[in-house]
């Protein structure tokens, strides 16, 4: 039987972040400050948060270095010195999120933010221990004072709230996730880590990925002056457009009578994967080589048969992504090169089959959809293609501002913060295309693509899935990626690459280490 996803490097639970790839500073050179443990108690740092009338403290608590344990979570053994600051804050509608700020004994002068995942502002760190995602253990054991803020919403994706009790939406509360909530907590933070170590912060990182890195590129967009780093991981942004894009798979399973077997699809990526040397970018089916590729498949062998014209049909429709009933296109969808279905114990993929034959609904496309129905308990799987177009337009004014893609980065530069986008070419949640659109873009506001590329840089790992080092192809791991950023950051090092890996964390082994270089239109 196959272990759960956090069952690994040889069942050590308790010190899985002692590995290479979540580990990137040294020891040895972080300082302490003795003046903490006078400055860090809960009547001065109230003090410190008076101009944040809506934040107040409710608990300091010390933990000594060696054992740290949450209910329902692993011990970890090798934790070092931290206080652990526990903060409200409290939102319009009387909702009140959960703010916590790690500050370790031993510190390396730097800050850095947690991002969240999905549509929430927190994740659970012990769910995260395959992924490129940054924790709170993670950060603190590299030396790093760290703020987690769950924004209201809680750290499981549950797609529930953001409606009032009448089912009307929470406007402010959906807009304190989409920007505020980030900027306040990280000013505020940053504000009680001075105090309390009495010394000024050198330098300020965030990582995200997903809906964190949602995050990241709101913070880079509005508020470049929080961070000196930021780096974006295959980013949940063009959120409005992406929400449609995510529920396109499923809307094509309930509206079409015939039913594809996932061997199938599995057969056709086997055969896309093997010709992808020779396939141009997304799929498209005014591209030549998808069209000589498209030939090749009826008659196929499958486990489940030969694929048949009909299946083809509805396969075609699933890789071609949303669109409108005169062929506009909505958004990108996921061609067949990309893996759509689970791999192992993950619960990912557009076409994730239930135990009741139906598909899985992403939990944050279908928030955004019930927002936009103005009803929480709404039914995806009534939704026909015809509702599907006239929700997209009846609303996209009304939402288009969540979706943090604006791509006048000019302020950025101007603070000369700076910004790593990485996004896996076999990313199975957000279609990387939407990432070379934003970089391309974002490219016309200056007067060079290496003007730009003093402050802003994106990097595309062939075959790397949406934040796991186990998927199809190398990711950029935790490490690598926060060290390329601090050493450009605090070097002027530009990046030309950054390492990544593959791993197989059942058996824990070493598939893939490799590097992705720096992506160029010039090339």
């Known amino acids: ?7 690994f490097f040889k069942g050590n639970r308790e010190n899985w972040f002692s590995h290479e790839m979540y580990n990137w500073m040294e020891p040895a050179t972080f300082l302490e400050y003795p003046i903490m ?6 009547s001065k740092i109230r003090e410190v948060l008076a101009p944040y009338i809506n934040l107040m403290v409710i608990s300091v608590t010390y933990y000594e270095a060696g054992t740290y344990q949450e209910e329902g979570k692993p011990l970890l053994t090798n934790i070092p010195a931290f206080y652990l600051v526990r903060m409200k804050e409290v939102l319009s509608g009387k909702h009140v999120a959960n703010v916590k700020l790690f500050l370790p004994v031993k510190w390396n002068q730097r800050f850095m933010g947690i991002a969240g995942a999905g549509s929430n502002l927190e994740t659970d760190w012990d769910k995260e221990q395959t992924t490129n995602i940054t924790s709170w253990p993670m950060a603190v054991k590299n030396g790093f004072a760290c703020v987690v803020n769950d924004g209201a919403t809680g750290m499981f994706v549950d797609a529930s709230w953001g409606f009032k009790e009448d089912g009307s939406l929470e406007w402010d509360m959906i807009e304190n996730w989409a920007f505020r909530g980030t900027h306040i907590i990280t000013q505020a933070a940053k504000a009680v880590v001075e105090f309390v170590y009495d010394a000024k912060i050198y330098k300020s990182y965030m990582h995200g990925t997903s809906g964190g890195a949602r995050q990241i590129m709101a913070e880079a967009q509005e508020y470049p002056e929080d961070y000196d780093g930021l780096w974006a991981d295959g980013p949940l942004f063009d959120y409005y457009n992406m929400m449609f894009s995510c529920l ?3 809307l094509v399973f309930f509206n079409e009578p015939h039913k594809v077997d996932l061997d199938k699809y599995r057969a056709a990526k086997a055969l896309a994967r093997a010709m992808a040397d020779e396939l141009p970018g ?15 498949l009826p008659g196929m062998e499958t486990p489940a ?7 083809l049909e509805v396969m075609i429709r699933v890789w071609n992504g949303p669109v409108m009933s005169d062929g506009t296109r909505i958004t990108y969808g ?3 090169e990309i893996t759509q279905w689970p791999v192992g114990p993950r619960n990912f993929g557009y076409l994730r ?3 009741n034959g139906e598909p899985s609904l992403i939990p944050f496309a279908l928030q955004m959809m019930r927002w936009i129905k103005r009803d929480p308990d709404w039914d995806f799987r009534t939704c026909t293609y015809t509702e599907f177009e006239q929700l997209y337009k009846e609303h996209k004014e009304e939402f288009q501002w969540l979706s943090c893609y604006k791509t006048d980065l000019r302020k950025l530069a101007d603070y000369n913060t700076k910004l790593i986008l990485t996004h896996g070419t076999g990313d199975h949640i957000v279609p990387n295309q939407l990432s070379l659109d934003y970089y391309k873009e974002a490219c016309t ?3 060079s693509e290496e003007e730009m590329k003093r402050n802003f840089r994106i990097f595309f790992p062939r075959f790397g899935g949406h934040a796991l080092y186990d998927w199809d192809g190398p990711n950029v791991i935790n490490a690598s990626g926060l060290r390329a950023l601090m050493d450009w950051v605090e070097c002027e090092k530009a990046p030309e690459y950054i390492e990544t890996m593959n791993y197989d964390f059942e058996k824990d082994q070493l598939i893939q280490k490799s590097k992705v270089s720096v992506y160029s239109m010039a090339k």
């Not at 039987?1 to 069952?7: G, I, L, N």
């Not at 997304?282 to 090749?296: G, N, S, V």
């Not at 048969?305 to 299946?311: A, N, S």
Request: aromatic fraction near 18%.
């Open 1 to 7: 039987m196959a272990k759960a996803k956090w069952e």
């Open 353 to 355: 089959i239930k135990e």
């Open 282 to 296: 997304a799929f498209d089916l005014e591209k030549k080589e998808w069209m000589h590729y498209l030939q090749q």
């Open 248 to 250: 396109w798979a499923a």
């Open 305 to 311: 048969g030969p694929i048949t014209r009909e299946d």
């Open 37 to 42: 443990h006078k400055n860090c108690v809960d």
């Open 334 to 336: 996921f061609g067949p």
């Open 445 to 447: 506001y200056f007067s």
